[in-house]
């Protein structure tokens, strides 16, 4: 097959490669596709192309980039979309070599995860079960943070649940996660009751609802919204504001801080780094390891708070 003839083509060809090979997501397509078509345009106004640039002009775009401020993590993630695209070219014969291979990456800044200790959670739950317009609402919230907090999932994944997945009082929950990758995470007895009592709650409303002539919905967090289910963005307000109700700054806590607090109190209780890494559905451990550094920095906490040798003594006393 021969090469496209202009950039567009070249960047349409390799993400619908990652999209059905690798069954790469729709927000990392759309990543790769805004900073492929970013390092098109620096080589369109120095007259070249993908077809032409070697190691040196790569090398010189990454240099543009730090001069513009940007972050490490993007320039991080310029280049693996640089790498993944030239790894492609060459596997479709357009290129004989893969200029970007050899280019060490500007590595991230290794910042540790917001997380949450069991106080806090034990707030936000409990702000969870009063929070609310009806009884109805409050026993979704409280659905949704016993299973957050129970799962570890992405919020993503728990908004958008299928009722069917709920049924029967299960143990288990399957869940389908990045890369359209299934997963069984383990549910917590709290987590059970809170999923047995939301769900005859809104079966009851979707019967109504249905002899209205309203369509069933499949979600379990049913929403009239396009997609169907709560959004993402609707579940991030209502965090801020059982955050609030509990107490907590709600600066701190987001959907995503729950997920920390999951995986940090599992391993500050003993589970193994590779069980957390299959719950969380991490592609690789390395990810997982991060949780690691956030223990040692609360255990570290922890001395320097209540260690006597860690204050300054009094010799008069």
Known sequence: MAAPADHAGWISAFLEAQAAELGAATNTQLAYGRDLKDF???L?????GFDTADRGAIEAYLVNCDAQGLSRATRARRLSAIRQLYRFAFEE?????????QIRGPGRDKRLPKTLGVPDVDRLLAAARETGR???DRLRNTCLME????TGMRVSELVSLPAAAARGDPRMLLVRGKGDKERMVPLSPPARAALAAWLAERDAAEEKSVAKGAAPSRFLFPSRGKSGYLTRHRFYLLIKELAATGGIDPTKVTPHTLRHAFATHL???GADLRVIQTLLGHADVSTTEIYTHVLDERLSELVLEHHPLAHPRNDGD
Not at 44 to 48: E, F, K
Not at 147 to 150: D, F, S
Request: net charge neutral; no cysteine; hydrophobic share 40%.
């Open 147 to 150: 299973l957050l907090y129970a």
């Open 267 to 269: 391993l500050a209780n």
């Open 40 to 42: 098109a345009g620096w």
């Open 93 to 101: 014969g357009w290129r004989e070599d893969s200029p970007a291979i």
């Open 44 to 48: 369109d106004r120095r007259g070249s």
């Open 134 to 136: 009806s009884p109805a």
